[in-house]
C-alpha cells in the first residue's frame, strides 16, 4: 500500500510541476513583449535564457507522459492538456528573443525548428486550416554547402497576387481570433469559466499562435538567405589575396563638351608644374625678383644710389654745356609751350 501511495504522489507532483514550468515561460514572454528595457541588456538575456530552460524541461516532462498521440483527434485531447501544445511556439519565441550576432543564424534555424514541430503537431490535429512552409529551409545541408541554385526567372504575378492575398486573410484571422481571445481571458481570468470556456480559451491561443508562426517563419526564411549570403562574403574576402599597392592617380577633371574639353585641356592647366622655390629661382633669374640672399633693404639702396648717380650725370652734362643734352632741354621747353599738361594722355578713356 505504501507503494502505490508513492506512485500516485509522484504522478500527482509531476502534472503540477509541468504547469508551474508552462506557466513560468509563458507570463516571462508576455512580460518581455511589453517591456520597455533593451532587449540586448543583461537582466532581459538572463531572463530568456531562464525561460528557455523552464520550458524545455517542461517539454522533455509531456514527452515522458506521452501527452500526445498521431492516432488521436483533437476532441479527445484532455482540457488541460491542450495548452502543452503550444511549448514549442513559446520556445521559437523565446529563441528569437537572444541577441548573439555570431550565432544569429543558428539562433534563426532553431527558432525555425521550433515553428514547425508546432505547426506539424496542430496540422496533425486539424486546429485549423493552413498551408505548412517549405521544410527545405529548415536545416542547412550536410556537407555544408548550399544547393545549387536554377537561373532566376521572372517573378509570378498570379503567385504574388495570392500571396499578398492570403497575408491579408491571414491577418484578418488573426485579429479576430485576437478579439475572441481577449472576450474569453476575462471569465478565465475571472474564475468563472467552466470546462467549455478554457477549453475554447487554449484552442484559440493554438489558433493565434499558428498565424504568428506563419509570419515568424517568413521573416526567418528572409534573414536566412541574408546571413548565409553575408557569411559567403566574409569568406571570399578573406580567401582574397592582398591587393598590390598602386601608384597614386593624377587629378583630372571630367568635361561637358568639347568646347570645354579644348577651354581646361586634358591635363588641367593649373596643376602645378614646378615647385615654389624653382619658381623663384627662375624669375630671380629673369631679373624680376630680387636675389633671395640679400636683404629688400640692401636691394631698395642699391636702386636709390643707381638713381642718385644718374641725377648726377645729368646735373655734370647741364655744367659742362653738354650740346646733346641742351638740344634736348630746349626741344623739351619747347614742345611744352605748344602742349598743354596731359597732351595725347587717352588710356582708359575709351
Known sequence: MAESGDINDVSAAEPSRLFDLLDGGWKT???????NEPLGSTSIQLRVRRAITMLEEASSM????????????????????????????????????????????????TARAYFMDFLKRCKEYSVSQFELPDVSNENTPENGHAPARSIPCPPDLVSMAAQRQAKIERYRHKKALEARLSEVRRAVDGGQADDEVSRDFYLLNVQRWVTVCLEEIESIDQEVEILKKMDGLKHSATKQPAQQMRPPMQPFILTKDAVQAQVFGAGYPSLPIMTVDDWYEQRRQQGVLPDPGVPRRVAVEE????????????????ENDDEDSLLKARNWDDWK????????NRHNMG
Open 29 to 35: 514572454l508576455d512580460e518581455l513583449e511589453v517591456t
Open 62 to 109: 509531456a514527452a515522458q507522459l506521452d501527452l500526445f498521440s498521431r492516432n488521436e483527434e483533437l476532441e479527445e485531447v484532455a482540457t488541460a492538456d491542450l495548452k502543452y501544445l503550444l511549448l514549442p511556439a513559446l520556445l521559437g519565441a523565446l529563441t528569437l528573443k537572444q541577441t548573439k550576432r555570431d550565432k544569429r543564424l543558428e539562433i534563426v534555424q
Open 303 to 318: 636702386d636709390t644710389d643707381a638713381k642718385e648717380r644718374e641725377d648726377k650725370d645729368k646735373e655734370k652734362k647741364a
Open 337 to 344: 609751350d605748344t602742349h598743354r599738361r596731359g597732351y595725347g
